[in-house]
């Protein structure tokens, strides 16, 4: 592995643990074993440094989400959802560090400040979003999903969704001891019944046969 990304991975576990802030460049270089002069030869500064980090996470999360969606197969709108839920789900649990670096508050702080930050944190959640509400869109399409706003929905469902995996990110709940109550939930709110009742009539054996 090259010094640059020695110095990333080190960094990034630092971050997740202690936070940006309380993470001094003297920490990483002891246990890098490079120099602080080389850490500043890569990267400007511990904000770059930062930066850097997230910059490699959002490229890595969507690259998994695109490798999912080529390879999974949905009948429905509703299916495609709940397929989304479930591998993010999972990809919290794979990549347990960097999810906790997303969730520190001083993440959103630098925000605020550092234009560069903001895009990358803004890609991760707009990509994600934008899957969410594609899976709407398509269910209002094939009947598997009620007439909803799908943007709102979208955002409806991430709040549910990326709650409930703060909560294991930060050791305060079992996530997983909730999914199925959060796909029943999302299901209820989603649904098309009417669509449903519909397709069970078509299916009954006619009475008068």
């Not at 270089?29 to 400007?44: C, L, N, P, Q």
């Not at 001891?177 to 069970?200: F, Q």
Request: proline content about 2%.
């Amino acid at each position: 592995m090259k010094t640059k990304d020695i110095i990333l991975e080190a960094a990034a576990q630092l971050f997740s643990k202690r936070g940006f802030r309380e993470t001094p460049v003297t920490e990483i270089s002891r246990i890098t074993g490079a120099a602080e002069g080389t850490i500043f030869y890569h990267f400007k500064n511990k904000e770059e440094l930062f930066v850097a980090i997230l910059e490699n996470f959002k490229k890595k999360i969507i690259e998994e989400f695109k490798n999912y969606e080529g390879q999974a197969e949905f009948k429905t709108g509703l299916e495609m959802l709940e397929g989304i839920i479930a591998f993010y789900f999972r990809l919290a649990g794979t990549m347990e560090d960097r999810f906790l670096l997303l969730h520190r508050h001083d993440l959103y702080e630098l925000a605020e400040v550092n234009p560069i930050c903001r895009g990358h944190l803004e890609d991760i959640f707009t990509y994600f979003l934008d899957l969410l509400e594609q899976a709407v869109s398509r269910g209002q399409d094939d009947g598997s999903v009620r007439k909803t706003d799908p943007k709102k929905m979208a955002w409806i469902i991430f709040s549910l969704v990326d709650g409930l995996v703060r909560f294991n990110t930060f050791r305060l709940y079992e996530a997983g001891a909730l999914y199925n109550e959060l796909i029943e939930s999302c299901r209820r709110m989603l649904e098309n019944t009417r669509s449903l009742e519909r397709l069970n009539t078509c299916l009954e054996p006619s009475s008068r046969s």
